[in-house]
T-cell receptor, first 115, second 115 residues
Framework: AQSVTQLDSQVPVFEEAPVELRCNYSSSVSVYLFWYVQYPNQGLQLLLKYLSGSTLVKGINGFEAEFNKSQTSFHLRKPSVHISDTAEYFCAVSESASSASKIIFGSGTRLSIRP | DAGVIQSPRHEVTEMGQEVTLRCKPISGHNSLFWYRQTMMRGLELLIYFNNNVPIDDSGMPEDRFSAKMPNASFSTLKIQPSEPRDSAVYFC?????????????FGPGTRLLVL
């Protein structure tokens, strides 16, 4: 069965510093991977997704993620964060291409940016 | 486009009362999802509709929960009777179709507190 683990519940960083949010998954078949962002008092918004092809995926707001099959990871990175990036970030995985109802979300990582 | 619309944004009710949450998906989207978010359990899918038909309701916690989609532009999630453990943020999301490659667009959520 598929599962997704976000090792860090909170990540504090200084403004303009780089950040990496970690995500590992478990699956016995091919997977589809996602990162979502949730700003305070809002719904989730898709940052980026890996369906196939290049393992380096670029998303919105300067974020990117790299799919590493051997390490079963899909870490999210940004070279320089802004105060506006303060939010909760969710990694998600799906083994099914046909139904989005099979997407499993991680527990989330709260990114706090210090000026 | 106005995005996914949910109402009410906040609901406070007493144990035993009926609660109805409403969702208007993005026009033209034929897939609709209801999620529940809590600190303990994270983000969980409750039910998924495709073309107004419930496809996957395996996440509905128990008979107290019911969901309907009478037409392509409206869905409800009802809890009767409500219990304190139902307190959570309930999100509605829609997508063009139910495939994992399609982006899900989330509404702002309904924050429910059952006293």
């Amino acid at each position: 069965a598929q599962s997704v683990t976000q090792l860090d519940s909170q990540v504090p960083v200084f403004e303009e510093a780089p950040v990496e949010l970690r995500c590992n998954y478990s699956s016995s078949v091919s997977v589809y991977l996602f990162w979502y962002v949730q700003y305070p008092n809002q719904g989730l918004q898709l940052l980026l997704k890996y369906l196939s092809g290049s393992t380096l995926v670029k998303g919105i707001n300067g974020f990117e993620a790299e799919f590493n099959k051997s390490q079963t990871s899909f870490h999210l990175r940004k070279p320089s964060v802004h105060i506006s990036d303060t939010a909760e970030y969710f990694c998600a995985v799906s083994e099914s291409a046909s139904s989005a109802s099979k997407i499993i979300f991680g527990s989330g990582t709260r990114l706090s940016i210090r000026p | 486009d106005a995005g996914v619309i949910q109402s009410p944004r906040h609901e406070v009710t007493e144990m035993g009362q009926e609660v109805t949450l409403r969702c208007k998906p993005i026009s033209g989207h034929n897939s609709l999802f209801w999620y529940r978010q809590t600190m303990m359990r994270g983000l969980e899918l409750l039910i998924y509709f495709n073309n107004n038909v419930p496809i996957d309701d395996s996440g509905m916690p128990e008979d107290r929960f019911s969901a309907k989609m009478p037409n392509a532009s409206f869905s409800t999630l009802k809890i009767q009777p409500s219990e304190p453990r139902d307190s959570a943020v309930y999100f509605c999301a829609s997508s063009l179709d139910g495939g994992v490659q399609e982006t899900q667009y989330f509404g702002p959520g309904t924050r429910l507190l059952v006293l």
